[in-house]
């Protein structure tokens, strides 16, 4: 009889759990280690295969024809030494973790390495954090790091939490431009146009020498038209106001929209469009089934 033979085929439980094990006991112990990563002061030996395995950012220095990809020390500009030591560890372990005061330093060095993972999570960490104290920072946060679900997710948390969030000191401490882009917006959960004006001049008068400048071109975002008359002939008198022309040609301009009401058709603009919490909302209803049944 001829012997029988047969093909085996044989896979290894936890093949790369353990391979990766041995890999960072090497790190640990500084073996066979072929490059070292320099962040201020701190010296970072890892290896080049690892690191490129799991980083975009070095697989594409180490597999290019760059200067880096031979260099035995690779510096780290404006990289903070204690997140690139946890994202290095994190890339032989898979293992990172997150607590407040290291954050956003492991947010913004995961973007420069392109470590996906670690940037979801970290977006979704700091979503867990919103708080109308915070929310602010984290919104201009996601947005300097291109993070668009979370200056999603906090632009949206702003908006509706927002009469909390002008009581909080992160208000007042915004430049004018992040001012502009809260003003501009017809999401802000607010109860009527004179909130949104009382928070524009606590801002101004937080630093009234440096911001009185900046007074007219944020008023413009402000839905005068919609302001009481009243209110617009206090703001009239106001010394803020009084002596600043573009601050008076709006006032004037929401004047006319409550003096000749039958010219409204004509004074139209982005200034007599209620916010959207303003408006109200309609409910329909009644309507028809699929039998086109009337209910």
Same mark, same amino acid.
């Given at each position: 009889?001829?012997?029988?033979?047969?093909?085996?085929?044989?896979?290894? %439980?936890?093949?790369?759990?353990?391979?990766?094990?041995?890999?960072?006991?090497?790190?640990?112990?500084?073996?066979?280690?072929?490059?070292?990563?320099?962040?201020?002061?701190?010296?970072?030996?890892?290896?080049?295969?690892?690191?490129?395995?799991? *980083?975009?950012?070095?697989?594409?220095?180490?597999?290019?024809?760059?200067?880096?990809?031979?260099?035995? =020390?690779?510096?780290?500009?404006?990289?903070?030494?204690? *997140?690139?030591?946890?994202?290095?560890?994190?890339?032989?372990?898979?293992?990172?973790?997150? &607590?407040?005061?290291?954050?956003?330093?492991?947010?913004?060095?995961?973007?420069?390495?392109?470590?996906?993972?670690?940037?979801?999570?970290?977006?979704?960490?700091?979503? &867990?954090?919103?708080?109308?104290?915070?929310?602010?920072? #984290?919104?201009?946060?996601?947005?300097?790091?291109?993070?668009?679900?979370?200056?999603?997710?906090?632009?949206?948390?702003?908006?509706?939490?927002?009469?909390?969030?002008?009581?909080?000191?992160?208000?007042?401490?915004? /430049?004018?431009?992040?001012?502009?882009? %809260?003003?501009?917006?017809?999401?802000?959960?607010?109860?009527?146009?004179?909130?949104?004006?009382?928070?524009?001049?606590?801002?101004?008068?937080?630093?009234?020498?440096?911001?009185?400048?900046?007074?007219?071109?944020?008023?413009?975002? #402000?839905?005068?038209?919609?302001?009481? /008359?009243?209110?617009?002939?206090?703001? =009239?008198?106001?010394?803020?106001?009084?002596?600043?022309?573009?601050?008076?040609?709006?006032?004037? =301009?929401?004047?006319?929209?409550?003096?000749?009401?039958?010219?409204?058709?004509?004074?139209?603009?982005?200034?007599?469009?209620?916010?959207?919490?303003?408006?109200?909302?309609?409910?329909?209803?009644?309507?028809?089934? *699929?039998?086109?049944?009337?209910?």
């Amino acid at each position: 009889m001829e012997p029988c033979s047969s093909d085996e085929f044989f896979q290894a %439980l936890n093949h790369a759990e353990q391979t990766f094990k041995k890999m960072e006991n090497y790190l640990r112990h500084k073996q066979l280690c072929d490059v070292i990563l320099v962040a201020g002061d701190r010296r970072i030996p890892a290896h080049r295969l690892v690191l490129s395995s799991v *980083s975009d950012y070095f697989a594409a220095m180490f597999t290019s024809d760059v200067r880096e990809a031979r260099q035995e =020390e690779i510096k780290m500009e404006g990289v903070e030494p204690n *997140s690139l030591w946890s994202l290095i560890q994190y890339a032989y372990t898979g293992r990172l973790e997150l &607590k407040e005061d290291n954050i956003e330093c492991l947010l913004s060095t995961a973007c420069l390495l392109q470590l996906s993972q670690v940037v979801e999570a970290c977006c979704k960490f700091l979503m &867990k954090q919103l708080h109308p104290s915070n929310c602010l920072g #984290i919104r201009s946060f996601a947005d300097a790091q291109g993070c668009t679900d979370l200056h999603k997710v906090a632009h949206n948390y702003t908006m509706e939490n927002f009469m909390e969030v002008i009581r909080n000191q992160e208000f007042v401490l915004l /430049p004018a431009s992040e001012i502009a882009k %809260l003003l501009a917006s017809d999401d802000m959960n607010i109860p009527n146009e004179e909130t949104i004006l009382n928070a524009l001049l606590t801002w101004v008068r937080h630093d009234l020498e440096q911001r009185r400048k900046d007074l007219s071109k944020l008023l413009a975002y #402000i839905r005068l038209p919609l302001l009481a /008359p009243q209110f617009l002939a206090d703001m =009239e008198n106001n010394a803020l106001f009084r002596d600043d022309i573009e601050c008076q040609k709006l006032i004037m =301009e929401a004047m006319k929209y409550h003096l000749l009401p039958e010219r409204r058709p004509m004074l139209q603009s982005p200034r007599t469009k209620p916010r959207k919490s303003t408006v109200g909302t309609l409910f329909a209803v009644g309507g028809m089934d *699929s039998t086109k049944g009337i209910k």
